[in-house]
């Protein structure tokens, strides 16, 4: 998308396109160097000290390493003679050598975790080559936590050990020592006055690598599809025509959705054209990704997702594996993509959008270009080499140098004449024998500016902007001057430059080629790059949570997708072990479900783009994307609930596929695409109806499963055992205080094998023989008339009304207001109360003539802050009581809202369940947020997940504002103390901020009249009645003295991560179409245990043919994800998966009785051997392969396995 204008009001008339960072000839302000002078001392102080107190730090912990480790090996042994000498005579021996064993990996780990620490306190004192270091802008490194508790939970270590590497680095840091002063940079007006002697290239000349781009939206102001027909395929064709006329002609290309499609509608010969130009190094596919995702609200599965079906479409038809990532137009940068781009076997990536104040310092410190490391990991795995634009845009006035006003000149598409023109009134001339002398010196100069800001003496310049080169014209006026400049470079050596047209491998080549010849390094950085600003208090937050409905749809796809990737593939092992030769069932549709999945991966990856989920498309592009999301969730349950048939009968000849009139169906309905999913009643009888039930996850779980029934009276039963469940009968409320007399909610406790189908047995039963639940409604004033005949009802009144109301189960108590409805206080089984108060509030944006105001993007809330949500009418509480669940409901007049309780042995059962109803489609510039106001003292720290794959520090930050500490929140957030820590996990992505200790709050939805000078041109006022999802849970500490967020890493407790699994991935039901003549069933259970508690599944994907496309192939991809987590809060009683305290897992022993034939690891999208110090293993089993806390990895598995029931 296009940027707005640094000074728009100097350019009146101009067409958003023609917007630009505008006349920047202003006063240079001379005092700037000083003030960077001053910054820079500033900082180097700050490190020197930090440095000081780090060595004694590290001697210290050294010390008490050592000593720890001494006392706590002892301490193991005499235990275990204690131990020993307490057992009576007779024992177990099995039980002895197990304890002995465990005692044995505790020691083996205890030393194992010393040599890794002394190895990496050793490493951080060795000095080091880097310039970063000799500068004196040395490492910051934190201290090592040790948690006490680390013991009671092993495995923990493992992942308590990745936390605060060493050395680099870290962006909190960063952010504390800026001023965010937005200085008069003059020319480059977020910057500073670049100054050079002329002689600095004598030795090694400037050697320019410019690369043509365009960076074409997959939607944006017009569909995906209008983008195409109107531009895209025009860039593509004349792509082809004008790098085959000249092969010094390069280009990248970054959209594989738009090349993918392109490559459908040319014919055989231009294919072959396309596999030169990528052979011959012309043309690169960067990143490779189906979109250049947005990083802020994708949730890992689906980056990662995009990532295999860009690069798998790739190999298939170009055979290359992408080597640079190229990221210039996502709002901030955050470091799971880089994560992922290295496992995927990318080794260089750029990005752009960065806070324009972290540019300027990356740019005084020559830090632009860094290893980028994850803050978790110790070890320079993780690394991959980013490259920071370092100005405003990645367009041509904002790339050739620091003044625009002189790069727009060498924007040749910008000649007079043309339709785009330089806002900064000095047009472009084109190069002629006559101006060409005064001309390249003119760009040399920006050049050689723009050089200062990096170490090497190789220089980057990107040529392009947004759908650039769709014209012959526009190919031959770039390609033809610049060529004259080069050519001019090339015949003045005395200049000592060379410049030449090159892909960005070229570029990341020559600087690698750079570094090793001067023997340096680049310096090392943790951490990520939010909260995006462009200009001045311009923060763009705004966008973690527009058109909050759509950005829920795209995690119910998500969830979708994956359970249909996963049964899918079960589902096709199984059929080729019942067939015994490979063979897929006939009658079963495996080539159209296959393109089903295909459908439904690219509809999520599409969605990913940087204006798809960040809601920042125009109303009619933001349908297209719904309407596509929708279909595919359509479309994914037809494979879901064939497969499911398929799986379920005991006699699989009766299987017969109709899909006019499948078997099974799902339990709700979705009507349109801005619909919410509606249960529909289930009419009983005495025959027994069953009801299927799908545990997408990889656990064992304990859930309340609820359906519509048209009989106040039910039962359900196993259908296996006969056992019958326990249940409850709520009302199904039509409105606040009226309940339905036709239809219930039924719900039941069902016990769910790991990604099993379980099938139940719903009938009518005698008439009372159901627990129903009870109620209590309450209004302040104004005593409600309740409509049901069938629940009982009470009504609070006299003294009682002002008592809180409290609800409970085994684990926690929670109070909440009777006025309100809203929770008050929590209280945990082991006695530890939390204060915590739910509060709604509603944000406005700027008044009194500021013309900047909140839209799709940017949030700019008014002077006054947040207000306290207050409605004229007092809202009505209802509370249900039940044996299942209990939960308290308030009805406002924007919202409703309940907090619900599970009456539930496990841990399903700790936590709260927070559910909103949220429809503002009355209001005006107005944002509704949901905060949690409690005790907790984190000070201004606390946590928010990246993309649902890390946590991240954040600090609230008074220098700055308010919007500026919104953060995004894909999955998770918590604040923390020494005793406590309260985590909210969310169902989807929204905006997150903790402004005042103890406070947490989420932005639900917001309505803005007005377009924010983005481009977009509109506000966003297409507001649905939307709903959001979250679990509440509250977790005492033990780690003791530890600091309040001493730490930087921070991971999710094994709870929290159970509970997020449940959340994201919950159990799907579906019912049969007839309930006549049924063929039996029974259940599927492929796994005879749940996997480790930290090793999730993120996938099980089926490829594609190699041979035969579209159609699906006998291996699939095995995705596991080995979660970190935090040590400091312990499940009691433990989680009843268990964990391991090695880094090595047996795929075999996981995936019992799955038997794979082969596994072969590969690369996170599968284009590449795994080649780190593994060897690669095309294993029989046992299948040993390592999996290190926080690792994504992935298995290429051939799945004509034979499969034990
Ligand atoms: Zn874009």
């Known amino acids: 998308m296009r940027t707005a204008a640094l000074e728009p009001e100097l350019e009146p008339g101009l067409e958003p396109e023609e917007l630009t960072e505008t006349k920047l000839t202003g006063e240079r302000r001379h005092d700037t160097c000083l003030l960077n002078a001053e910054v820079r001392e500033r900082s180097f102080v700050v490190m020197v000290m930090k440095r000081s107190r780090v060595l004694a730090l590290l001697a210290g912990g050294i010390f008490c390493v050592a000593l720890m480790s001494l006392y706590r090996m002892l301490e193991l042994m005499q235990g275990a003679e204690l131990q020993h000498a307490g057992n009576p005579p007779v024992v177990q021996e099995d039980e002895e050598l197990s304890r002995l064993q465990q005692k044995i990996d505790r020691l083996e780990h205890l030393l194992s975790d010393n040599n890794r620490l002394v190895a990496t306190l050793r490493d951080s ?108 395929r025009h860039i593509l064709n004349n792509m082809l025509i004008k790098l085959s006329e000249d092969h010094r002609k390069k280009m990248i ?55 295999i079906e860009g690069h798998q479409w790739i190999q298939r038809h170009l055979g290359v594996k992408p080597r640079s990532g190229w990221a210039v137009d996502p709002f901030g940068h955050s470091p799971s993509m880089a994560y992922l781009l290295k496992g995927a076997g990318l080794s260089n990536m750029v990005i752009q959008r960065v806070h324009y104040a972290v540019k300027k310092q990356f740019a005084q410190q020559q830090t632009l270009e860094f290893q980028w490391r994850q803050s978790w990991d110790s070890s320079p795995r993780s690394d991959i080499t980013c490259h920071m634009m370092p100005f405003y845009s990645y367009d041509v006035p904002h790339t050739c140098g620091p003044n625009p006003s002189v790069c727009c000149q060498f924007d040749f598409h910008r000649l007079p004449g043309g339709r785009v023109f330089c806002p900064w009134r000095i047009p472009p001339q084109p190069i002629t024998e006559q101006n060409i002398q005064e001309r390249a010196l003119l760009l040399l100069d920006q050049y050689r500016q723009k050089s200062r800001l990096f170490r090497s003496p190789v220089l980057f310049v990107p040529l392009g902007d947004d759908f650039r080169f769709v014209e012959s014209s526009e190919w031959d006026a770039q390609f033809n001057n610049y060529q004259k400049l080069f050519d001019y470079f090339d015949q003045h050596p005395e200049l000592h430059v060379k410049a030449q047209f090159g892909t960005l491998s070229d570029y990341f080549q020559a600087l690698e080629r750079r570094l090793s010849a001067a023997d340096t390094t680049l310096p090392t950085l943790r951490g ?72 439904g991966r690219r509809s999520l990856a599409l969605f990913q783009h940087h204006d798809a989920v960040t809601g920042t498309a125009r109303d009619p592009v ?40 499948p078997f099974l169906l799902m339990d709700d309905v979705i009507s349109a695409h801005d619909a919410l999913p509606q249960k529909t009643p289930h009419v009983l009888s005495d025959e027994p109806r069953p009801l299927i039930i799908f545990n997408p996850t990889e656990q064992l779980k304990t859930s309340v499963i609820t359906i519509l029934v048209d009989s106040l009276d039910a039962r359900v039963v196993d259908a296996e055992t006969g056992q019958p469940l326990a249940a409850q009968i709520s009302a199904v409320w039509t409105e606040p205080s009226r309940a339905s007399t036709e239809a219930f909610q039924f719900s039941f406790v069902a016990e769910l094998p790991p990604l099993s189908l379980v099938v139940c047995h719903v009938s009518k039963a005698s008439a009372g023989s159901s627990h129903r639940a009870q109620y209590t409604f309450h209004r302040r004033g104004n005593t409600p008339t309740v409509n049901t005949k069938q629940f009982q009802v009470s009504h609070v009144t006299g003294p009682d009304a002002d008592k809180p109301v409290s609800l409970s189960n085994k684990h926690v108590q929670i109070w909440s207001s009777l006025e309100t409805g809203l929770l008050q206080k929590l209280r945990l089984e082991s006695g530890l109360v939390r204060e915590v108060k739910i509060q709604f509030l509603w944000y406005g944006t700027r008044t009194r003539g500021n013309p900047d105001k909140s839209g799709a993007y940017l949030f700019l809330p008014g002077e006054e802050g947040a207000q306290l949500y207050s409605s004229s009418k007092p809202p009505l509480v209802r509370i249900s009581r039940g044996p299942i669940f209990s939960d308290i409901t308030s009805c406002y007049q924007h919202f409703t809202h309940t907090v619900r309780l599970l ?74 103390d020494s005793v406590s820590r309260l985590t909210l996990l969310s169902a989807q992505s929204q905006a997150v901020a903790a402004l005042r200790p103890g406070e947490l709050e989420v932005v639900l939805d917001r309505r803005l009249q007005q377009d924010d000078n983005r481009g977009l041109g509109q506000g966003v006022t297409d507001n649905k009645l939307t709903a959001s999802l979250f ?80 159609s699906p192939s006998q291996e699939a991809a095995l995705l596991l994800h080995r979660k970190g987590f935090d040590c400091s809060t312990i499940p009691k009683p433990a989680p009843v998966c268990t964990w391991s305290v090695h880094e090595e897992v047996n795929l075999a022993d996981l995936f019992s009785p799955l038997q794979f034939r082969s596994v072969r690891h590969s690369g996170l999208t599968l284009l590449r051997e795994d080649d780190n110090e593994e060897p690669p293993r095309q294993q029989q089993p046992p299948q040993v392969t390592r999996l290190r806390p926080m690792e994504i990895r992935m298995w290429n598995y051939a799945s004509t396995c034979p499969l034990k029931v």
């Not at 004192?125 to 934190?142: F, Q, T």
């Not at 039996?1080 to 492929?1086: G, T």
């Open 528 to 599: 990520d790059f939010f909260t995006y600003a462009d200009r001045d208090d311009h923060y763009w937050s705004g966008y973690f949570t527009s058109r909050p409905f759509y950005k829920r749809l795209d995690r119910m796809l998500e969830a979708t997708l994956r359970a249909t990737e996963i049964l899918f593939t079960l589902t096709l092992a199984e059929m080729r072990r019942f067939h015994g030769e490979g063979r897929v069932v006939a009658g079963f549709p495996a080539d159209e479900h296959f393109q089903r999945l295909t459908a």
């Open 125 to 232: 004192l060795i000095p080091r080559k880097a310039s970063w270091e000799k500068e004196g802008e040395g490492a910051n490194v934190s201290s090592v936590s040790i948690h006490s508790s680390a013991d009671e939970l092993p495995g923990c270590r493992s992942a308590g050990n990745m936390k605060d590497g060493a050395d680099g680095v870290q962006l909190l840091d960063v952010y504390d020592l800026l001023p965010f002063d937005n200085l008069d940079g003059g020319v480059w007006k977020q910057g500073f006055d670049i100054r050079y002697n002329g002689n600095e290239w004598d030795e090694q000349p400037l050697e320019i690598i410019l690369v043509p781009h365009s960076h074409n939206d997959p939607g944006w102001l017009k569909t995906f599809d209008l983008y195409y027909q109107d531009q895209t």
């Open 1031 to 1110: 679990q509440l849970l509250l977790e005492e500490r033990g780690g003791g003295t530890q600091d309040v967020g001493g730490a930087s890493v921070e991971h999710l407790s094994l709870l929290a991560h159970l509970s997020s699994l449940s959340l994201c991935h919950p159990p799907v039901t579906m019912v049969t179409h007839s309930n006549t003549k049924l063929p039996k069933l029974r259940p599927f259970r492929p796994l005879s245990s749940s996997l480790p508690c930290d090793v999730h599944l993120l996938n099980l994907r089926t490829l594609e043919d190699a041979q035969k496309a579209e």
């Open 622 to 661: 933001v349908v297209d994307y719904g309407i596509r999301l929708f279909h595919s969730i359509l479309n994914l349950r037809q494979v879901l609930q064939s497969s499911a048939h398929w799986l379920l009968l005991l006699d699989k000849s009766l299987y017969h596929h109709d899909q006019s009139k």
């Open 253 to 307: 290309w970054a959209e594989v959705s738009y090349f993918s499609k392109w490559w459908n509608d040319i014919d055989e010969q231009k294919r072959e054209m396309v596999k030169r130009l990528v052979g011959a190094g012309q043309l690169e596919l960067v990143t490779g990704g189906w979109v250049m995702a947005d990083e802020a609200n994708s949730h890992y599965f689906a980056l990662l997702d995009q990532l």
């Open 903 to 976: 009456h539930l042995e496990g841990h399903a059962g700790k936590s709260l369940e927070i559910s909103n109803l949220v429809d503002i489609r009355s209001e005006k510039n107005h944002e509704l947020v949901m905060r949690l106001v409690t005790d907790v003292a984190n000070g201004n720290r606390f946590f928010s997940d990246l993309n649902g794959f890390q946590m991240q520090q954040r600090r609230t930050l008074a220098k700055l504002p308010l919007q500026a500490n919104f953060y995004p929140m894909t999955s998770s957030s918590f604040l923390q």
